[in-house]
C-alpha cells in the first residue's frame, strides 16, 4: 500500500514529507531549496520521501513569505523572426541557469495598448521583474511610459535615456560588412534593408552608409525588405535589371537567401559576378550555395548580459543603464574580389 495522497484528500505538505522522512520540515525545506548543509544520505531520504507522496512546493505561500515569485515577465511581439525568436532563447537560457522561470506573453500588435496591457498581466502575476523585446519604434514608445515597480530592461539597440537596455551594436554590423566588401575591391555596394519601422534596420543601414562615406564611395541602390527570402528575392530581381553594383549587403540572411536565387536566376556566379553578405549568421548560413558571408549576433551573450542586469536590479545594486554587444563578421565563399572587368573600367 502506498503512502501517496489520495485525490480525494488534501495533497501532501512539508510537514508530511518530514513525517516520512524521519526529519525535521526544516531540513526539508533545506533540501527543496538545495541548501548546502545537508547530507548526501538525509538529502535522498527526503527526495525519495517527496517523490513517494507526490508533493509539490506551494508557490502562492512562498510568494506570500518571499514577495518573490522567481519569475521574469517576457514581452514580446514578431516572434516569427529569426532575431526576436533567438533573442528569447538566449533570455530563456540564461534565466532558467540563474534559477528563474520566464513566462512570455506575445504582443499582438506594437501599439501602447498592447503593451499596457500585457505588462498589468505580468504584474499581475508578481514577476520579479520585466523584460521587453523591442525591435520596433512603436514598442520603444509605448515603454518609455511604464513605471512598473520591478527592473524593467528593453532588448534591442533602442538608443534611449529613458529605458535600460542590451542590444547587439547593430550599427556596427552594418559597417563591418560593407567594410569587408570595400576592403575586397568593390565600389558600388547596394543594400536591402528590413522594415523601415524596425530599429534594427535603421541601424544596419547607418553602419552600411558610415563605411561607404568613410571610404569616400557614394551609396549605391538601397531597397526595402520585409525580412523574408520572398522580400530579398523581390529586391534581388529588381535590384540585378537595373543596376550594375557589384556586391550586395542584405540586413538578414533569409533576404540574402533571396538574392542569391535571384543572382542564380540571372546566371551569375557567386562570387565571381557578385558578392552578398547576410546578417544574422542563422543555422542555415553556413549551407547555403554558396555558404554565406554573414554578421554573426552573440544571443547567448546577449541573453546573459540582460539577465545579470535585471539580478542587479532586484539586488538593489545600480546596474548598468545601456550595454551593447558587439556583432563579428564571419567570412564565407559568397563573398569575393570586385569582378575584374569591372576592376579594370
Request: with cysteine.
Amino acid at each position: 500500500m502506498t503512502d501517496r495522497v489520495s485525490s480525494n484528500h488534501r495533497p501532501p505538505v512539508m510537514e508530511d514529507v518530514a513525517a516520512k522522512a524521519g526529519v525535521s520540515h526544516q531540513t526539508v525545506s533545506r533540501v527543496i531549496n538545495n541548501h548546502p548543509n545537508v547530507s548526501a544520505k538525509t538529502r535522498k531520504v527526503v527526495e525519495a520521501a517527496i517523490l513517494e507522496l507526490g508533493y509539490r512546493r506551494n508557490t502562492a505561500a512562498r510568494q506570500l513569505v518571499t514577495r518573490r515569485s522567481d519569475t521574469f515577465g517576457v514581452v514580446a511581439h514578431n516572434m516569427d523572426h529569426f532575431g526576436p525568436a533567438h533573442i528569447l532563447l538566449g533570455i530563456q537560457e540564461a534565466a532558467h541557469a540563474a534559477g528563474y522561470a520566464v513566462n512570455t506573453v506575445g504582443l499582438p500588435d506594437a501599439g501602447e495598448k498592447a503593451i499596457i496591457e500585457t505588462v498589468e498581466y505580468h504584474l499581475a502575476h508578481q514577476v520579479d521583474a520585466l523584460v521587453v523585446i523591442a525591435p520596433q519604434e512603436e514598442i520603444v514608445r509605448g515603454i518609455e511610459r511604464l513605471h512598473p515597480g520591478v527592473p524593467l530592461v528593453a532588448i534591442g539597440d533602442i538608443g534611449t535615456a529613458g529605458v535600460q537596455s542590451v542590444g547587439v551594436d547593430q550599427q556596427r554590423g552594418g559597417w563591418l560588412a560593407t567594410t569587408h566588401l570595400i576592403e575586397l575591391g568593390h565600389r558600388k555596394i547596394a543594400h536591402i534593408m528590413g522594415p523601415t519601422g524596425w530599429l534594427d534596420a535603421q541601424a544596419r543601414r547607418r553602419g552600411w552608409e558610415a563605411a561607404l562615406a568613410a571610404a569616400g564611395l557614394e551609396p549605391g541602390p538601397l531597397l526595402v525588405g520585409d525580412w523574408s527570402a520572398e522580400s530579398g528575392y523581390a529586391a534581388g530581381r529588381k535590384l540585378l535589371a537595373n543596376s550594375d553594383c557589384s556586391a550586395v549587403f542584405a540586413a538578414n540572411d533569409q533576404m540574402s537567401l533571396g538574392v542569391m536565387r535571384a543572382a542564380h536566376e540571372r546566371n551569375l556566379r557567386l562570387p565571381r559576378d557578385l558578392s552578398i553578405v547576410g546578417f544574422d549568421d542563422s543555422p542555415e548560413s553556413g549551407f547555403y550555395f554558396p555558404p554565406l558571408t554573414t554578421i554573426r549576433q552573440d544571443f547567448a551573450e546577449l541573453g546573459r548580459r540582460c539577465v545579470a542586469m535585471i539580478l542587479d536590479g532586484i539586488s538593489g545594486n545600480d546596474p548598468l543603464f545601456s550595454v551593447r554587444i558587439q556583432s563579428h563578421l564571419t567570412v564565407r565563399a559568397s563573398t569575393g574580389p570586385r569582378p575584374v572587368a569591372l576592376a579594370r573600367s
